[in-house]
């Protein structure tokens, strides 16, 4: 079947601690998006990349990398930097910028 | 700059009668439109979209939504509410010119009461 996998589910990471969460995609999608869902505040994007070894900043960028060297593939890096990564994180792809989204089912992400 | 409003945080609907979430929106140029549904702890799934056409647009599980220009609304019906809809429902807008970043609603709680 074809989708959009995350892992792990869920995530505990200590203070000061870098951790990378996984996507994966087996729809051929060439864009890929990662977001942050707090209670109340909806979706918020962090990066987004629309081609392989290309990736833009979205509007929550500090604190998180990402890498795209493959096109099935989009981890994500929280790194100590990011000073309140507790959430839920959410990865999505489309096949374009303009088309509707395929999401996974999630990371939380848990500071301990 | 884009925007997207859902102005209700929750609708309360008894099974079996009409369901109607709000949402507006603000663009510069022609909007492309989207209802997205999610389950707790889980991610979204797409329900519908709006592109160009007909101003009625139906999707996935008996869900529609209408297009209004003049009043930039887009909001998300269902003829007969089922308790299985009970659900967080978001509005999402993409602007068609430029790049096209998409922009969430903080999304709306749906509870059907059986």
């Known amino acids: 079947d074809g989708g959009i996998t995350q892992s792990p589910k869920y995530l505990f990471r200590k203070e000061g601690q870098n951790v990378t969460l996984s996507c994966e995609q087996n729809?051929?999608?060439?864009?890929m998006y990662w977001y942050r869902q707090d209670p109340g505040q909806g979706l918020r994007l962090i990066y987004y990349s629309q081609i392989v070894n290309d990736f833009q900043k979205g509007d929550i960028a500090e604190g998180y990398s990402v890498s795209r060297e493959k096109k099935e593939s989009f981890p994500l890096t929280v790194t100590s930097a990011q000073k309140n990564p507790t959430a839920f994180y959410l990865c999505a792809s489309s096949k374009t910028g303009r088309t509707e989204a395929f999401f996974g089912q999630g990371t939380r992400l848990t500071v301990v | 700059a884009q925007s997207v409003a859902q102005p209700e945080d929750q609708v309360n609907v008894a099974e079996g009668n009409p369901l109607t979430v709000k949402c507006t929106y603000s663009v510069s140029g022609n909007p492309y439109l989207f209802w997205y549904v999610q389950y707790p702890n889980r991610g979204l799934q797409f329900l519908l979209k709006?592109?160009?056409?007909?101003?009625l647009v139906k999707g996935s599980y008996g869900f529609e939504a209408e297009f209004n220009k003049s009043q930039t609304s887009f909001h998300l019906k269902k003829p007969s509410a089922l308790v299985s809809d009970s659900a967080l429902y978001f509005c999402a807008v993409i602007y068609s010119g430029g790049y096209q970043k998409v922009t969430f609603g903080t999304g709306t709680k749906l509870q059907v009461i059986p």
């Open positions: 709006y592109i160009t056409g007909d101003n």
């Open positions: 729809l051929n999608h060439d864009a």
